[in-house]
C-alpha cells in the first residue's frame, strides 16, 4: 500500500484541455513536492508545497496544498505536448521522500 | 552543471553475477539516496546516507550494499543479482529535504537473466 496514493494513474488529454491530477494521503505532511518526469529520466523538482491551503502557480501549473496537509493536486491549463511525462507527488517521512506511484500524462497534439 | 551523474547507463547480468552501480554528486550535497523504479510502484527507497560516514536501510535493501566512499559518491552494490532485481536505478542527492527536494541521475537500467 502506497503512502501516497495519485489519481488518475493515466490521463490522456487533446492539446489546449486542462487537467487535474490528485495526491491523497491519510497522514499528514509538513510539505509535499511534485516531480516530472520524462522517458529515459530522472524526476524534476516542479515544486514545493509547505504551508496547508497554500497554491503556487508555475507558467500553466497550478498546485495546491490541501488545509489538512494531507492532499494535494496539481492542475495543467491549456495543455501543450511538452508537458507529457510521468508526474510524481512526494511527501517526507522520517527525513527522506515516500513517491506516490506517479500519473502518466499524454497530451496529443 | 554535471549534477548527479549515473554509470553505467544500461546493463545486463546473468542470474548470480554482482555489479557495482556508481554514482557521483558536485553539488556539496550531504545526503544521498538510492532508489528503484517499477512499473506501478513509483520509487522505492533502496538505501540512504545522510551525512558522509553513515549509511541506513531504506524500504527495500535485501539483496544490496552501499558504499559512501566520500562526500561526493556513492556506490550501489548487487552481490549475486536475481532476476526481480531487474529495474531502473536512480541515485540523489540533497542539500535538505523540506524545502530543497532531491536532485536525480539521469538513471541505471538493468536487467537480470
Known amino acids: 500500500t502506497q503512502l501516497l496514493e495519485q489519481s488518475p494513474q493515466f490521463l490522456s488529454i487533446q492539446e489546449g484541455e486542462n487537467l487535474t491530477v490528485y495526491c491523497n494521503s491519510s497522514?499528514?505532511?509538513?510539505?509535499l513536492q511534485w516531480y516530472r518526469q520524462e522517458p529515459g529520466e530522472g524526476p524534476v523538482l516542479l515544486v514545493t508545497?509547505?504551508?496547508?491551503?497554500e497554491v503556487k502557480k508555475l507558467k500553466r501549473l497550478t498546485f495546491q496544498f490541501g488545509d489538512a496537509r494531507k492532499d494535494s493536486s496539481l492542475h495543467i491549463t491549456a495543455a501543450q505536448p511538452g508537458d507529457t511525462g510521468l508526474y510524481l507527488c512526494?511527501?517526507?517521512?522520517?527525513?527522506?521522500?515516500?513517491f506516490g506511484a506517479g500519473t502518466t500524462v499524454t497530451v496529443r497534439a | 552543471n554535471a549534477g548527479v551523474t549515473q554509470t553505467p547507463k544500461f546493463q545486463v547480468l546473468k542470474t548470480g553475477q554482482s555489479m557495482t552501480l556508481q554514482c557521483a554528486q558536485d553539488?556539496?550535497?550531504?545526503?544521498m539516496y538510492w532508489y528503484r523504479q517499477d512499473p506501478g510502484m513509483g520509487l522505492r527507497l533502496i538505501y540512504y546516507?545522510?551525512?558522509?560516514?553513515?549509511?541506513d536501510k531504506g524500504e527495500v535493501p535485501n539483496g544490496y550494499n552501499v558504499s559512501r566512499l566520500n562526500k561526493r559518491e556513492f556506490s550501489l552494490r548487487l552481490e549475486s543479482a536475481a532476476p526481480s532485481q531487474t529495474s531502473v536505478y536512480f541515485c540523489?542527492?540533497?542539500?535538505?529535504?523540506?524545502?530543497?527536494?532531491?536532485?536525480f541521475g539521469s538513471g541505471t537500467r538493468l536487467t537480470v537473466v
Open positions: 512526494a511527501g517526507v517521512v522520517d527525513y527522506k521522500l515516500s
Open positions: 546516507s545522510a551525512s558522509e560516514g553513515t549509511t
Open positions: 497522514s499528514v505532511f509538513s510539505s
Open positions: 540523489a542527492s540533497s542539500e535538505g529535504v523540506e524545502y530543497y527536494g532531491y536532485t
Open positions: 508545497v509547505v504551508t496547508g491551503g
Open positions: 553539488m556539496n550535497h550531504n545526503s
